[in-house]
């Protein structure tokens, strides 16, 4: 039985998500003890009970003590994207979107046996592309899509390559709007978003993806900080070696390895500052 504090670190849900997906790759039995125990709510919340429930379903496993205690477009567009490269094949679908607090979202996976994975090297960008957007409003008058994506073409301005952002919707119980921008390089991609909610004017939506973007693309970050976090535990079983260049090492980057480390003999080197630009190794243990 590996045993794993789920307060390390940042004491997140990734710790439980990352333990789930670990223990049943390698067969082994874990114990996570203090979920979330430092967070304002600790214990599972609703999210994190679903990634629970599916888990023990695909893999027939025990649990016990389970009880309650992302935006689907970066999945779609960043994490896809990367998993198909490295030889992970699977495809996703958004059936209907759950905005917080209410929730309600329904999103449904087809993952497919996968061949031999590929190890990834991503250290250095190139030339910036251009940048895809797209500004959705649930239930929500059509000018809060109108200006989240107004504002955001007027302050790419200043990067002076294409910029198309489309104006969207997507059938939700709930009201709520997000922005999503993909910027594409000759070698990487970043994606980012920003979260409608209540008292937010729609361009405060538009300026939480841009601010993000922009500070990316002022580091000498291939991959951005979301993406390398959810990168690691997929290149751990790679053929080979991996190389990350990430445009910030995260407080979830460090958590991740450790519970990756538990439960695998692969070596994780993580070169950089916490919230600063950093290098990410992996050698697998195979």
Known sequence: MIE??????????????????LSIVTGKAMCVRRIRARRSKPGLRAQHLK??????????????????????QYLDWQWVHYLARCGYRLDLSL???GFFPQGGGRLQANVFPAGEISPLRLMERGELRGIRGVSIACNLPQHVSERQRRQALRRLKILGCGVEIEIDTMPS?????LLCLLAEFENGR?????????GLPAERVADHA????L???ESDGCVDQYLADQLLLPLAFAGGASELRTSQISQHLLTNANVIRAFTSAKIELLGEVGESGTVKIKPAN
């Open 190 to 198: 970043a994606c980012y978003f920003g979260l409608g909610e209540r």
């Open 51 to 72: 990634s629970l429930d599916a888990a023990a379903q695909i893999s027939a496993a025990a649990v016990d003590g389970a009880h309650l205690g992302s935006c689907y």
């Open 4 to 21: 794993i504090d789920g307060s390390q670190g940042e004491g997140g849900g990734q710790i439980l998500r990352s333990a789930l997906a």
């Open 173 to 177: 119980f709930n009201k709520g709007s």
């Open 95 to 97: 059936e209907r979107a």
């Open 210 to 213: 841009v601010d993000q973007l």
């Open 215 to 217: 500070a990316f693309i």
